[in-house]
C-alpha cells in the first residue's frame, strides 16, 4: 500500500496563476483532510471531507477550493495564487470513528512558493 | 491565545538523556489526545496516543492532566534518532475527526 501520495512535491508559481494539488490514498478512508505548515504555526486545516462528494471550511479556507469526486482522491485548487500561499500543504486521510478520534496519516507534503 | 501551545524549544541533549515536553489546551471540552513525530522536511507521524491514566511505550511516557489542560511527554534514555520535531495535537469532535496541532517543540540529540 502507498498510503498517502500528494502530486507534485515542488512547485513555483507567480502571482495569479492557478494550479491543482491531488491527493490519493489506497486505505479506504472516509475522512480526507488538507493543510498548510507555516514556519512557527501548527498545521492549519484548508477544508475537509467526510466522504466522496461532500467537502467543507475547514480554519483558513480563503483562496482556496477542493473537491472529492472519487473517495480515494481530494484535489485542493488555488485559482489565483498569491505569495501568502507559500507553504507547505499536508494532505491527510483517517478512517471515521464515530465520537471518537482517528489517527491522521499524512502525505509527504508539497512545498509551493509563489512569486 | 493558541489553542495549543508548546515551548518551540530546540532542546539540546545528550544521547542518554531523559528530556520533557508540555503542552497546554485552550479548549476543556477537548476529548483526544496524541503526540505526533515530524522529521525534518517530512510528513507528521503518529507517536502516541495520550490516554487519562498516563501511558508508556518504551522509552516514551505520555500523561494528561484535564484539570490543568495539560499534556506532556518523556523520552527516557534520548537516541540520535529522536531528534525530531514533536507536536502535540489535540481532538475537538465536532461532527468530524478535527485536529488541533501545536507548532512543536524541536529536540536535537547530540553524541
Known amino acids: 500500500n502507498a498510503g498517502v501520495t500528494q502530486t507534485p512535491k515542488f512547485r513555483v508559481l507567480k502571482t495569479g496563476q492557478s494550479m491543482t494539488l491531488l491527493c490519493a490514498q489506497d486505505?479506504?478512508?472516509?475522512?480526507m483532510y488538507w493543510y498548510r505548515q507555516d514556519p512557527g504555526m501548527g498545521l492549519r486545516l484548508i477544508h475537509y471531507?467526510?466522504?466522496?462528494?461532500?467537502?467543507a471550511k475547514g480554519e483558513v479556507p480563503d483562496g482556496y477550493n477542493v473537491s472529492r469526486l472519487k473517495k480515494q482522491n481530494f484535489l485542493l485548487g488555488l485559482e489565483s495564487a498569491a505569495p501568502s500561499q507559500t507553504s507547505v500543504y499536508f494532505c491527510?486521510?483517517?478512517?471515521?470513528?464515530?465520537?471518537?478520534?482517528?489517527?491522521?496519516?499524512f502525505g509527504p507534503g508539497t512545498r509551493l512558493t509563489v512569486l | 491565545r493558541k489553542e495549543v501551545e508548546q515551548d518551540p524549544g530546540p532542546f539540546n541533549v545528550p544521547e542518554g538523556a531523559t528530556v520533557a515536553f508540555n503542552c497546554t489546551y485552550s479548549?476543556?471540552?477537548?476529548?483526544?489526545f496524541f503526540w505526533y513525530r515530524q522529521d525534518c522536511r517530512k510528513e507528521p507521524k503518529l507517536l502516541m496516543s495520550?490516554?487519562?491514566s498516563g501511558n508508556e511505550d518504551g522509552r516514551f511516557t505520555a500523561q494528561l492532566n484535564r484539570a490543568s489542560q495539560y499534556i506532556s511527554l518523556l523520552i527516557r534514555d534520548s537516541k540520535l534518532s529522536d531528534s525530531a520535531t514533536y507536536l502535540c495535537?489535540?481532538?475537538?469532535?465536532?461532527?468530524?475527526?478535527?485536529?488541533?496541532f501545536g507548532a512543536g517543540t524541536r529536540l536535537a540529540v547530540h553524541p
Open positions: 491527510a486521510s483517517s478512517r471515521y470513528l464515530a465520537g471518537g478520534a482517528n489517527e491522521q496519516f
Open positions: 486505505m479506504n478512508h472516509e475522512y
Open positions: 471531507s467526510v466522504g466522496e462528494g461532500t467537502t
Open positions: 479548549n476543556s471540552a477537548s476529548q483526544s
Open positions: 495520550v490516554y487519562s
Open positions: 495535537v489535540v481532538n475537538e469532535v465536532r461532527g468530524y475527526n478535527k485536529l488541533i
